[in-house]
């Protein structure tokens, strides 16, 4: 995983980016996701949430939902909880199973203490003050309640990066390009715990490590073309780059017979 540039780390946490372009709806979402069905062990994550969740009861506030994943597997393998999915981006939520709120996760209206239970699922590093946000979903847990947070390991996906990099320098006539655009950095798998520590005493990390082996260029340049939200902070022609992307991996497919993505992400649960 790359380090983004100060000023790619205020386009990552660009709240009117955010709700307009990146998560406007669910397209660019569901192509990051996709690459994960050729991930080797494969992990259920709603199944794992869900596990997670065994003892709660009540409302369950799942804070930037997006495309609603969870929100779904959760009404559909526990009816019993009120499951409320919440995000800054009303487009995204249009096909989320209601109740949903348009809401910043840095301000939510919610009293203290009403909810059994808060999701914050790969979102926590698109927060402005990622500090405060996690002392914000812990002021509407109630005593005994558990947040369930995840993101990406520093190393996820480095062969995605190494690609985008190659791509960029051919384009530019560089040996190298700039570095892309990380999502995860702000609030990667190394960095969680000690944010989450400012708020949680009790703070338990689930790693899922895997390998993703795509044999078809088409999954992992959505992925790459799944940032252009942010294209204009790539230091790139991004379209161009996008599209060398395609060659070299069609390139390495045709000889490999896959492209492999070496990948780490995480569930930190957490209780006070």
């Not at 804070?63 to 959760?74: A, D, E, P, Q, S």
């Not at 919610?110 to 990622?130: C, E, K, T, W």
């Not at 990066?161 to 700039?178: C, I, K, S, T, Y």
């Not at 780059?241 to 991996?249: F, G, L, P």
């Amino acid at each position: 995983m790359t380090s983004n540039t100060a000023q790619q780390d205020a386009a990552v946490t660009d709240k009117a980016i955010l709700a307009n372009s990146a998560y406007a709806d669910g397209r660019h979402l569901a192509a990051r996701q996709s690459i994960y069905q050729w991930q080797q062990p494969q992990y259920d994550l709603p199944g794992i949430v869900i596990e997670e969740l065994a003892g709660a009861s009540g409302i369950i506030l799942d804070v930037g939902c997006g495309n609603g994943k969870f929100v779904n597997r959760l009404n559909r393998d526990r009816p019993d909880l009120q499951v409320v999915g919440v995000d800054i981006s009303a487009g995204i939520l249009a096909d989320v199973p209601k109740p949903v709120l348009v809401a910043d996760a840095q301000a939510l209206p919610f009293g203290d203490g009403s909810a059994d239970a808060v999701l914050a699922l790969h979102m926590l590093y698109h927060v402005g003050d990622i500090e405060a946000t996690i002392k914000e979903l812990a002021r509407i847990l109630r005593p005994g309640g558990v947040l369930i947070a995840s993101t990406n390991s520093d190393t996820d996906k480095q062969e995605l990066d190494r690609l985008w990099a190659r791509a960029a320098g051919d384009v530019l006539g560089l040996p190298e390009g700039p570095a892309r655009v990380s999502l995860s950095s702000r609030f990667s798998l190394e960095k969680a715990p000690g944010y989450l520590g400012t708020a949680f005493e009790d703070i338990r990390v689930r790693e899922l490590p895997g390998v993703i082996e795509v044999p078809d260029p088409a999954p992992i340049v959505a992925h790459l073309a799944s940032y252009e939200a942010w294209a204009d902070r790539c230091g790139v022609p991004f379209h161009e780059t996008v599209s060398r992307a395609a060659e070299i991996v069609t390139e390495v497919i045709a000889t490999e017979g896959v492209f492999e993505i070496a990948c780490l992400g995480g569930i930190l649960i957490c209780r006070r």
